[in-house]
């Protein structure tokens, strides 16, 4: 079974701290993708990366970045310098390729940055 | 940018009704589906659809929901006879080619059942 935790329901941090949100991943699968959303409080959801379980390479785009570690089944993601428009829920989420396409997403981690 | 669209953006029914939610996907994407989002909850996966048929549903997804693409644009989500605890948020997302692309979402439809 495939499983998402995110440990952290909420956060509040001020505006310029960087913050890390944890995402935890569980899965029989060797091939599989993992995935960042951010609903922000209009309520869609926004895609922010994919990632394949093949690819460990850490990746940044400017004041987000993120940090693969199979060895832990962990995929975090940093915002650095934050700003109040990073105010958001964000989902981690995971799908195989050996079983279904469909996401398992996680709790979602509440994101508020105070001015 | 190309985008998922939904509508209604809000559909407010009494217990019992049937309801459509409509998607529009972006164009040549070929795996669709259904999520719900109860409020403050996680996204939950309802059905996926490919080829004109679905290709895995959840445990959600009972015989009250159909799901269909009857002009090869629209993707609908139909909910014959709403309950209370049907009210939610749906989102329908879409992928290209591949069955493990990136899905992309529309903006949802809050569904609210009185």
């Known amino acids: 079974a495939q499983k998402v935790t995110q440990a952290q329901t909420e956060i509040s941090v001020v505006e310029k701290e960087d913050v890390t949100l944890d995402c935890v991943y569980e899965t029989r699968d060797t091939t599989y993708y993992l995935f960042w959303y951010k609903q922000p409080p209009s309520g869609e959801l926004v895609f922010l990366i994919r990632?394949?379980?093949?690819?460990?390479q850490n990746e940044i785009s400017g004041r987000y970045s993120w940090n693969f570690q199979k060895s832990t089944s962990s995929f975090n993601f940093t915002i650095t310098a934050s700003q109040v428009v990073d105010s958001a829920v964000y989902f981690c989420a995971l799908s195989s390729q050996g079983g279904s396409e469909k996401l398992v997403f996680g709790k979602g981690t509440k994101l508020t940055v105070n001015p | 940018e190309p985008e998922v669209t939904q509508t209604p953006s809000h559909q407010v029914t009494q217990m019992g009704q049937e309801v459509i939610l409509r998607c529009v996907p972006i164009?040549?994407?070929?795996?669709f589906y259904w999520y719900r989002q109860i409020l403050g909850q996680k996204v939950e996966f309802l059905v996926s659809?490919?080829?004109?048929?679905?290709?895995?549903k959840s445990e959600i997804f009972d015989d009250q929901f159909s799901v269909e693409r009857p002009d090869g644009s629209n993707f609908t989500l139909k909910i014959r006879s709403t309950k209370l605890e049907d009210s939610a948020m749906y989102f329908c997302?879409?992928?290209?080619?591949?069955?493990?692309?990136?899905?992309?979402f529309g903006p949802g439809t809050r569904l609210t059942v009185l």
């Open positions: 997302a879409t992928s290209g080619g591949y069955r493990t692309d990136t899905q992309y």
């Open positions: 990632r394949n379980s093949f690819d460990e």
């Open positions: 164009s040549n994407h070929l795996y």
């Open positions: 659809f490919y080829n004109n048929e679905i290709s895995e």
